[in-house]
Nanobody
């Protein structure tokens, strides 16, 4: 059974930075696409970023491009999301996700994925 556990969330001022981490277990992560989604209060869950464990290809939503960076550590079976220049509109619960696919773009649909429990990120002064 695949399990994902997020950590690293919290409260940060606008313009600040946070680094989220996701620990994966129950599978060999090398051949799986990993990604991050977020859900603000009263809104739908939306895709943020994704990366392939095989190769070094990464993609981002326009809303975070240039500010967020997704990275991976296959030895430790972890994926990270470095968030810089944070804005109040980045406030949300952030979810780690994994999808068994060889096509990176398919994870943005949110279908056929395993989710982490979610972690709160609050950007406020």
């Amino acid at each position: 059974q695949v399990q994902l556990v997020e950590s690293g969330g919290g409260l940060v001022q606008p313009g600040g930075s946070l680094r989220l981490s996701c620990a994966a277990s129950g599978f060999t992560s090398e051949y799986y696409v990993m990604g991050w989604f977020r859900q603000a209060p009263g809104k739908e869950r939306v895709w943020v970023a994704a990366t392939s464990w095989s190769g070094r290809n990464s993609i981002y939503a326009d809303s975070v491009k240039g500010r967020f960076t997704i990275s991976r550590d296959n030895v430790k079976n972890m994926v990270h999301l470095q968030m810089n220049s944070l804005k109040p509109e980045d406030t949300a619960v952030y979810f780690c996700a994994v999808q068994k696919t060889g096509v990176l773009n398919t994870i943005i649909t949110g279908r056929n994925v395993t989710w982490g429990q979610g972690i709160q990120v609050t950007v406020a002064s």
